[in-house]
């Protein structure tokens, strides 16, 4: 099974950014943990970051036409993007939404992501470990729906 893990602006200075927030894994060390989490399951996993709105866009709309699940961290754009969003409801695979830290016990303005309402499930303040989490979830129950 195909699953894009697509992360949105400033996912790749993990390990540098607020790190009591984010914690110390660097995003190589985080693209690495999915790419070895889907290997262990059986899933071709393809980790992207983008800080380019348009260039996410272009990868949910490949995933889409592909039929392929997304692991997708928007980072800011959860709060405000609804061309991410509408190109999200256009997934015919699973979407997991993840989140590094707890955004409902950070500033208000983040409790709110306008990708959750199409989202097939949403983990949060779980750290990195919540793309693994995401990971084991679409191999265990999505394989042979897709």
């Not at 409902?104 to 470990?129: K, N």
Request: overall charge negative.
């Amino acid at each position: 099974m195909k699953v894009y893990v697509l992360n949105g602006p400033n996912l790749n200075r993990l390990g540098t950014r607020q790190t009591d927030v984010y914690g110390t894994t660097s995003y190589a060390q985080l693209a690495a943990v999915c790419r070895t989490t889907g290997d262990e399951l059986g899933l071709d996993v393809e980790v992207r970051q983008t800080d380019a709105e348009y260039e996410m866009l272009a990868w949910l709309h490949t995933a889409a036409d592909e039929g392929a699940a997304v692991v997708l961290n928007p980072g800011a754009w959860s709060h405000y993007s609804y061309a991410v969003r509408d190109a999200c409801a256009m997934l015919g695979a699973p979407l997991v939404e993840v989140h590094i830290s707890n955004i409902h016990a950070r500033e208000s303005f983040r409790h709110h992501s306008v990708v959750s309402a199409v989202a097939t499930g949403v983990i949060c303040g779980l750290g990195v470990d919540g793309y693994r989490l995401a990971l084991q979830y679409l191999a265990a129950h999505h394989v042979e729906e897709l």
